[in-house]
């Protein structure tokens, strides 16, 4: 399991994460994903080294870089609800980059997830069992919050902002027409980071409180996927980018049917997979079936409406 799971973090170190702060804001974030790749290979690094110090001074650089991108959230969330009390910019609407509310809510999460990751990260690379827990879940909460917390939190804000600004993106018109869009892609720029959080927050109560974030996080991931596949697929304008909306939107009916079991099965005793399992099919479709084709596919979007 564990090299499975160092593959899977260092995917989202090395990858994922400054590819979705292009998405966030390519202006804002420019120089922030630029120079991602450095703590980035410093955390891949010490994933591979045994535990020890060299290990934990690699995972700390990590941690310092991903704090500093933590710090950029109240900030933002701060100029949204200043653009929302003043009604936003020159003609009514606040720029792509900065729509305030539900979307604003939802890449905020994702900015501070990877400092939850590299907290858990230090603790385990340096054998320390942080609140308690058992080395095996602070490893595993490294790649929970590089995947459920970064990556699904900031498709849940893109999707929600794709329905706010579709009358002026070329990515997806539907979500401005299709019933109960709007409602949806809010539920799910909630949901997401609420769920996320319960789950973090079941890891200090019980197993019923994580079973609890589970399904909201479950249902709001099911609206993402939902979104994507009814509105934002039929809008992509080569088969590429829509093969991987429609793989990411596919995968998520799956795999969080898998997150959903395992959280029941803590809870109420049902048999349910092993850690090991989950990381070879929850954690692997996540990453690559959903994570990966998402960015990939959101990054095109962002290319075809620039140009």
């Not at 890449?107 to 501070?112: E, F, G, K, P, Q």
């Not at 249902?219 to 039929?234: E, F, H, N, Q, S």
């Amino acid at each position: 399991m564990t090299v499975l799971v160092n593959l899977i973090v260092t995917l989202g170190m090395l990858y994922v994460v400054p590819a979705g702060l292009r998405l966030i804001d390519p202006a804002g974030l420019r120089t922030a994903a630029r120079l991602w790749p450095v703590p980035a290979v410093l955390g891949a690094l010490c994933l591979w080294l045994p535990r020890g110090i060299p290990a934990t001074v690699l995972a700390a650089l990590y941690a310092a870089a991903a704090l500093a991108l933590a710090t950029r959230a109240p900030a933002r969330l701060l100029e949204a609800r200043r653009r929302s009390r003043a009604g936003g910019s020159a003609g009514g609407t606040p720029p792509r980059t900065t729509v305030s509310g539900p979307a604003e809510v939802a890449v905020c999460t994702a900015l501070v997830s990877p400092s939850i990751a590299a907290a858990a990260l230090v603790a385990e690379r340096a054998g320390y069992r942080l609140f308690g827990f058992d080395l095996d879940i602070l490893a595993l909460t490294v790649p929970h919050f590089h995947f459920a917390g970064f990556t699904a939190a900031l498709v849940a804000g893109l999707v929600c902002r794709a329905g706010a600004t579709a009358p002026a993106t070329t990515a997806s018109t539907a979500p401005a027409t299709a019933p109960g869009a709007a409602t949806l892609s809010r539920w799910a720029a909630y949901s997401v980071p609420g769920g996320t959080l319960l789950v973090l927050l079941g890891y200090f109560v019980d197993d019923w409180a994580e079973l609890a974030g589970a399904v909201v996080l479950t249902t709001g991931m099911w609206a993402v996927a939902l979104l994507t596949w009814r509105d934002i697929r039929p809008g992509a304008r080569d088969r590429t980018t829509g093969a991987l909306l429609g793989s990411s939107a596919a995968v998520l009916v799956a795999t969080m049917l898998l997150a959903l079991w395992w959280a029941a099965g803590e809870a109420t005793g049902i048999a349910h997979p092993t850690l090991t399992w989950m990381a070879a099919t929850h954690g692997l479709g996540n990453a690559l079936g959903f994570a990966l084709c998402s960015v990939l596919a959101w990054r095109r979007l962002s290319r075809l409406s620039a140009g």
